[in-house]
């Protein structure tokens, strides 16, 4: 055996004979090297991006939502609300009321998605900290007779209504009236509400093509709702709680009239995409690696073509063919084995510079100006176990079509 190994490794290192067939084997390395570089910066990249867009959809969406399970409001007196915030775990909670909502302003209109939320949204969320003009303001009393409602919009309801920073012309909001129909008349069956444009945020363009956020208050007196009467609970966690552990102590204190959503059951399908997508991804990286195999096919082939003068010195000396074939076969997996290492390593160089030092620009129009990058251990290990064994596959189909 340790023979063998000796052969194989001759065959491989040798460097007093430079022919055609090394340089077929060098380039069978060198392409093992660059599919997996390539499999690592994808996968990494692309982690990066899941990574950034999961962050934004963070600050808007709660640790935990709480909603009824059946109907689609419900009432805060009926559980107990301060057991629910001394819960371990729990940070803060805020009631939410949730609603479709028609929006003018001057000749512009849009349907959005009127968000009303209390004082402790902006502690559950940080929206406060990705308003991109304005400030975090949703109800203001200017004197004992005046208070004054804000709107805070989406970046692309901001610029659709055609507003501008600080104007004084208010924006009409019109919520259907409950069990009201169309009629005649569609204003009568609308409630309408008047509030001044505060500012609009940057997050994500699924929620900034059409959510509006509003005090709880306003949006409560155009649906004609009670003071304690909402549509969800949002929930903010501690950063060492554990959210699958407080999710479980949340829905026992709440029983079965309620269902707590953890963040990725709030956006389910954005998930299952991202899901599928990174697969697809895998698959076709896949592909471009068993193409890359293909050299290693050949340079085997023509190696063992090459060597049959020392095949047969070594067949004459009595070695079994089968020790014959276990000679290539080790040579084609050290080739695999030396180049699943280079590319590991480059690949792991080309992210770390990426991700300290941004080499590669996204451009001035994107939340971030360089590709994120998140380098993970299992893409590694998922990358080696891929390619050393569609790599040992083509090995083992070259020697055993061979005559040797």
């Not at 301060?82 to 775990?89: H, I, K, M, N, V």
């Not at 959510?211 to 009467?229: K, Q």
């Not at 290693?296 to 073509?305: E, G, R």
């Amino acid at each position: 055996m340790r023979g063998v190994w000796f052969i194989a490794r001759r065959y491989f290192f040798s460097r007093k004979q430079r022919t055609v067939v090394n340089l077929i084997s060098w380039i069978s390395l060198i392409g093992i090297a660059v599919s997996t570089m390539a499999l690592i910066v994808v996968l990494s990249v692309y982690n990066g991006i899941g990574q950034l867009t999961q962050t934004l959809f963070n600050t808007f969406d709660p640790h935990l939502m709480v909603q009824p399970t059946k109907g689609k409001t419900f009432h805060t007196a009926q559980f107990d609300c301060e057991a629910l915030s001394q819960l371990p775990g729990v940070q803060a909670v805020g009631c939410v009321v949730e609603e479709n909502a028609w929006m003018t302003y001057r000749h512009n209109e849009a349907i959005v998605t009127l968000r009303g939320v209390d004082n402790q949204y902006a502690r559950i969320t940080g929206l406060d900290t990705l308003l991109h003009e304005g400030v975090y303001l949703l109800h203001e009393r200017l004197d004992d007779t005046t208070e004054v409602d804000y709107l805070l919009m989406g970046a692309e309801v901001y610029y659709n209504l055609g507003v501008r920073q600080m104007s004084n012309v208010p924006v009409a909001v019109h919520i259907p009236k409950r069990g009201a129909g169309i009629g005649l008349i569609p204003q009568q069956a609308f409630n309408t509400g008047y509030a001044l444009p505060g500012g609009n945020f940057y997050i994500q363009q699924d929620i900034d093509n059409r959510y509006v956020v509003a005090h709880i208050d306003f949006v409560r007196s155009l649906m004609g709702y009670s003071p304690d009467e909402c549509t969800q609970l949002c929930i903010s966690l501690t950063p060492e709680a554990n959210v699958d552990h407080v999710k479980k102590q949340v829905r026992s204190l709440l029983g079965d009239n309620f269902k707590v959503l953890d963040r990725f059951e709030q956006q389910p399908i954005y998930y299952k995409v991202f899901r599928s997508e990174r697969l697809g991804i895998y698959l076709i990286l896949a592909l471009i690696v068993l193409i890359s195999t293909l050299n290693l096919v050949a340079s085997l082939s023509l190696l063992m073509m090459d060597k049959r003068h020392d095949i047969a010195t070594l067949r004459a000396m009595g070695m079994e063919g089968k020790a014959v074939r276990r000679i290539f076969r080790i040579e084609g997996v050290m080739i695999s084995a030396m180049g699943v290492m280079a590319g590991l390593v480059v690949g792991f160089v080309v992210c770390f510079l990426q991700q300290h030092f941004g080499i590669v620009k996204m451009g001035s129009n994107f939340v971030v100006s360089a590709f994120p990058v998140a380098m993970r251990g299992i893409d590694f290990l998922l990358t080696t176990l891929l390619v050393m064994a569609l790599s040992s596959l083509a090995v083992l189909f070259a020697v055993r079509k061979s005559k040797v």
